[in-house]
Nanobody, 122 residues
Framework: QVQLVESGGGLVQAGGSLRLSCTTS????????MGWFRQVPGKEREFVAA????????RYADSVKGRFTISKDNAKTTVFLQMNSLKPEDTAVYCC???????????????WGQGTQVTVSS
Protein backbone atom coordinates (compact mmCIF):
# COMPACT_ATOMS: atom_id res chain seq x y z
CA GLN A 1 0.00 0.00 0.00
CA VAL A 2 1.24 3.49 -0.86
CA GLN A 3 -0.07 6.70 0.67
CA LEU A 4 0.48 10.05 -1.01
CA VAL A 5 0.24 13.49 0.61
CA GLU A 6 0.53 16.69 -1.42
CA SER A 7 1.62 20.09 -0.13
CA GLY A 8 2.78 23.45 -1.42
CA GLY A 9 -0.38 24.77 -3.00
CA GLY A 10 -1.66 28.27 -2.43
CA LEU A 11 -2.59 31.60 -3.95
CA VAL A 12 -0.14 33.26 -6.32
CA GLN A 13 -0.28 36.07 -8.85
CA ALA A 14 0.02 35.37 -12.54
CA GLY A 15 3.68 35.05 -13.52
CA GLY A 16 4.61 33.70 -10.11
CA SER A 17 5.91 30.31 -9.03
CA LEU A 18 4.97 27.49 -6.71
CA ARG A 19 6.62 24.21 -5.83
CA LEU A 20 4.37 21.29 -5.06
CA SER A 21 5.57 18.29 -3.10
CA CYS A 22 4.13 14.81 -2.87
CA THR A 23 5.42 12.77 0.03
CA THR A 24 4.88 9.05 -0.06
CA SER A 25 4.90 6.22 2.42
CA UNK A 26 5.99 2.72 1.56
CA UNK A 27 9.38 1.17 1.10
CA UNK A 28 8.96 0.63 -2.65
CA UNK A 29 8.53 4.29 -3.60
CA UNK A 30 11.67 4.25 -5.73
CA UNK A 31 10.11 1.63 -8.02
CA UNK A 32 6.98 3.66 -8.83
CA UNK A 33 6.44 5.89 -11.81
CA MET A 34 4.80 9.09 -10.63
CA GLY A 35 2.45 11.61 -12.15
CA TRP A 36 0.76 14.93 -11.46
CA PHE A 37 -2.78 15.62 -12.56
CA ARG A 38 -5.10 18.57 -12.01
CA GLN A 39 -8.82 19.03 -11.92
CA VAL A 40 -11.23 21.92 -12.01
CA PRO A 41 -14.81 21.41 -10.78
CA GLY A 42 -17.04 20.37 -13.65
CA LYS A 43 -14.14 19.37 -15.87
CA GLU A 44 -12.28 16.13 -16.47
CA ARG A 45 -9.04 15.34 -14.68
CA GLU A 46 -6.14 16.64 -16.76
CA PHE A 47 -2.65 15.19 -17.07
CA VAL A 48 0.14 17.59 -16.11
CA ALA A 49 3.45 15.70 -15.88
CA ALA A 50 4.93 12.26 -15.24
CA UNK A 51 8.30 10.83 -14.30
CA UNK A 52 9.72 7.31 -14.48
CA UNK A 53 10.75 5.43 -11.37
CA UNK A 54 14.43 6.10 -12.11
CA UNK A 55 13.84 9.77 -12.80
CA UNK A 56 15.40 9.36 -16.21
CA UNK A 57 12.26 9.89 -18.26
CA UNK A 58 9.71 12.66 -18.03
CA ARG A 59 6.72 13.82 -20.01
CA TYR A 60 4.55 16.91 -19.90
CA ALA A 61 1.24 18.18 -21.13
CA ASP A 62 1.67 20.69 -23.93
CA SER A 63 -0.04 23.33 -21.82
CA VAL A 64 2.72 23.27 -19.18
CA LYS A 65 5.78 22.32 -21.22
CA GLY A 66 8.62 24.77 -20.63
CA ARG A 67 6.98 26.16 -17.48
CA PHE A 68 6.65 23.13 -15.17
CA THR A 69 9.32 20.66 -14.10
CA ILE A 70 8.74 17.31 -12.43
CA SER A 71 11.46 15.70 -10.34
CA LYS A 72 11.83 12.80 -7.93
CA ASP A 73 13.94 12.33 -4.83
CA ASN A 74 14.01 8.65 -4.04
CA ALA A 75 16.01 9.17 -0.85
CA LYS A 76 13.27 11.41 0.54
CA THR A 77 10.42 9.50 -1.07
CA THR A 78 9.15 12.73 -2.56
CA VAL A 79 8.13 13.91 -6.00
CA PHE A 80 8.10 17.62 -6.85
CA LEU A 81 6.36 19.82 -9.37
CA GLN A 82 8.08 23.16 -9.90
CA MET A 83 5.60 25.53 -11.53
CA ASN A 84 6.88 28.77 -13.05
CA SER A 85 5.21 31.50 -15.09
CA LEU A 86 1.86 30.51 -13.67
CA LYS A 87 -1.31 31.54 -15.49
CA PRO A 88 -4.89 31.89 -14.23
CA GLU A 89 -5.81 28.83 -16.29
CA ASP A 90 -3.44 26.78 -14.13
CA THR A 91 -5.87 27.18 -11.25
CA ALA A 92 -6.97 23.70 -10.12
CA VAL A 93 -6.61 21.03 -7.49
CA TYR A 94 -3.33 19.24 -8.15
CA CYS A 95 -3.02 15.56 -7.27
CA CYS A 96 -0.06 13.24 -7.42
CA UNK A 97 -0.37 9.60 -8.40
CA UNK A 98 1.82 6.51 -8.29
CA UNK A 99 2.06 3.47 -10.51
CA UNK A 100 1.82 4.78 -14.04
CA UNK A 101 3.97 3.97 -17.10
CA UNK A 102 5.00 6.96 -16.82
CA UNK A 103 1.66 7.62 -18.43
CA UNK A 104 -0.62 10.53 -19.21
CA UNK A 105 -3.67 8.36 -18.53
CA UNK A 106 -5.18 8.53 -15.07
CA UNK A 107 -6.39 4.94 -15.28
CA UNK A 108 -2.78 3.71 -15.39
CA UNK A 109 -2.12 4.90 -11.83
CA UNK A 110 -2.91 2.82 -8.77
CA UNK A 111 -2.56 5.29 -5.89
CA TRP A 112 -3.72 8.88 -5.52
CA GLY A 113 -3.31 11.71 -3.06
CA GLN A 114 -6.09 14.01 -1.89
CA GLY A 115 -4.76 17.01 -3.75
CA THR A 116 -3.63 20.56 -3.03
CA GLN A 117 -5.35 23.71 -4.30
CA VAL A 118 -3.46 26.06 -6.58
CA THR A 119 -5.07 29.41 -7.35
CA VAL A 120 -3.50 31.88 -9.77
CA SER A 121 -4.92 35.38 -9.75
CA SER A 122 -4.78 37.68 -12.78
Amino acid sequence: QVQLVESGGGLVQAGGSLRLSCTTSGRTFSRYNMGWFRQVPGKEREFVAAISWSGGSTRYADSVKGRFTISKDNAKTTVFLQMNSLKPEDTAVYCCAAGGGPSSRARDYDYWGQGTQVTVSS
